[in-house]
């Protein structure tokens, strides 16, 4: 199965278009006991099991390299688990590591995220061309690979927005994307400039391919979820784009009082893939 069906297969078996981010932040992990990467395996695994009890789940969930990272090898042994966790229970995984190198750097990157990560897709930055998003592609062509192309932070604009020719560099990316385009390449582009997005979205819709949107922004960043249905509920098939929350999700319990960490998690996951279906 490419990703571009497993993307579909998964909007049908969850009815969900959510991707749920796994950023870990120590801090607000009620978890105490072990290690800070025992604590963090913890802390997901339950939310899983919560999330499996209930029937309620992601659409794809989005590990953040960095957020593993930080703890050396013992986050690094968390981040493999969940991942193993996740996809044994039959969701997506999107590594967002936002890799951007050229040949053997590039296909070393490659190896690490679909041959010891196991990853189902990655994040990629554009800025070196082709010959840095190649290998990924090359190498393992069922995954994904999504391209920023406009991402959701506020300085984005800096670089995304500068024209080149007579067009932004978002756009130019967009393009480009359109022009590498193999199934399961997609693009990031942020629920904070939903503008930018419907530009984008033309340009795929317009190209008769389907490529996947990886939309960040939503909830403590203050994007749409209506104005990001809107403007995808236009492609063919919604169901290979993915609407990303992370902090809302993961750390619900801060807005779900009365509810222990895992049941706040699968209240807020249901409260948002409702939402997100009745727009649909």
Not at 130 to 150: A, M, N, R, V
Not at 179 to 199: D, N, R
């Amino acid at each position: 199965m490419n990703y571009l069906d497993m993307l579909k297969n998964s909007s049908i078996k969850f009815s969900s278009i959510v991707c749920m981010g796994l950023d870990p932040v120590i801090e607000d992990i009620p978890e105490t006991d072990g290690t800070p990467g025992e604590r963090i395996f913890v802390f997901y695994e339950k939310i899983l099991n919560k999330h499996i009890q209930k029937n309620i789940f992601p659409g794809a969930v989005k590990p953040n390299y960095a957020f593993y990272a930080q703890y050396g090898i013992d986050g690094i042994i968390s981040l493999e688990k969940i991942i193993k966790i996740y996809k044994s229970a039959g969701i997506p995984v999107i590594l967002d590591y936002k890799r951007g190198d050229i040949g053997k750097t590039a296909k070393a990157y490659a190896k690490e995220a679909f041959i010891f990560f196991d990853a189902d897709s990655v994040t990629l930055s554009p800025y070196l061309g082709y010959d840095s998003i190649e290998p990924y592609i090359k190498d393992y062509p069922d995954k994904g690979y999504y391209i920023l192309t406009k991402t959701s932070n506020s300085s984005s604009g800096e670089i995304q927005d500068i024209k080149s020719g007579d067009k932004e560099m978002f756009l130019n990316v967009a393009e480009l994307i359109v022009k590498w385009f193999h199934p399961g390449i997609g693009s990031v582009a942020g629920a904070t400039y939903p503008e930018q997005l419907e530009k984008i979205s033309d340009i795929f819709i317009s190209s008769g391919k389907e490529i996947p949107f990886l939309i960040p922004g939503v909830g403590a960043q203050g994007g749409s979820i209506e104005e990001v249905v809107k403007i995808i509920k236009r492609s063919s098939d919604i169901g290979i784009h993915r609407i990303n929350a992370s902090s809302s999700l993961n750390y619900a319990y801060k807005t779900f009082k009365n509810m222990k960490y895992d049941e706040a998690s699968a209240e807020a996951l249901k409260q948002m893939n409702d939402e997100i279906n009745t727009l649909r």
